[in-house]
């Protein structure tokens, strides 16, 4: 199975910064990598898929990269709604796998 | 607009059986793949199993692979997820999720299924 290690488990920033999460993936997923954005007592969303194209009716101000077989989700201009826990998943290869999840919250 | 609702949650003892089912409406059901995606309570995300549009191709998890049956009747726009031999593990909320296109563009709100005696 496709391993994905995600990093930080939780980060702590301020209205307006900008933060990165990060996913490695144990071998090549050929950019097949999906980012949700998951709140309290909510259904995850789909926010980024294929590594860095943008979901519709997703903010412009998160984008997603990569490099190798590190894949980053970035978010600029950080707005008090985008506190939630967000997770990679790649959809290279079943079993499809999720990152453990980051939880971001807003200072 | 796109929506997913599942049902058949509950309490069960260990060994025992459950069958959840996801009736899909909004979209044309019989041309997407569709998943079960569980998540522990505080825990992360993990995905349980896959159907194909015609259910030619299925797959499944190790975790629950010989245990669990997916399957769907597109005259019914419902999904399903048989499982049998419940264990404790298997307690989580129980996402039905349409894809992948890439990625899982729509889910249910999710059911909740307990494994205790």
């Known amino acids: 199975d496709i391993q994905m290690t995600q990093s930080p488990a939780s980060l702590s920033a301020s209205l307006g910064e900008t933060v990165t999460i990060e996913c490695l993936a144990s071998e090549d997923i050929y950019s097949n990598l999906a980012w949700y954005q998951q709140k309290p007592g909510k259904s995850p969303q789909l926010l980024i898929y294929?590594?860095?194209s943008l979901q519709d009716g997703v903010p412009s101000r998160f984008s997603g990269s990569e490099s190798g077989t590190q894949y980053s989700l970035e978010i600029n201009s950080l707005q008090s709604e985008d506190a939630a826990t967000y997770f990679c998943q790649q959809h290279h290869d079943y079993p499809y796998t999720f990152g453990a999840g980051t939880k971001l919250e807003l200072k | 607009e796109v929506q997913l609702v599942e049902s058949g949650g509950g309490l069960v003892q260990p060994g025992r059986s459950l069958k959840l089912s996801c009736v899909a409406s909004?979209?044309?059901?019989?041309?997407?793949?569709m998943n079960w995606i569980r998540q522990a309570p505080g825990k992360g995300l993990e995905w349980v199993a896959y159907i194909s549009s015609g259910s030619s191709y299925i797959y499944y998890a190790e975790t629950v692979k010989g245990r669990f049956t997916i399957s769907r009747d597109n005259a019914k726009n419902t999904l399903y997820l048989q499982m049998t031999s419940l264990r404790s593990e298997d307690t989580a909320l129980y996402y039905c999720a349409r894809g992948p296109l890439p990625g899982f563009d729509y889910w249910g709100q999710g059911v909740m299924v307990t494994v205790s005696s």
């Open positions: 294929d590594a860095s």
């Open positions: 909004g979209f044309t059901f019989s041309n997407y793949g």
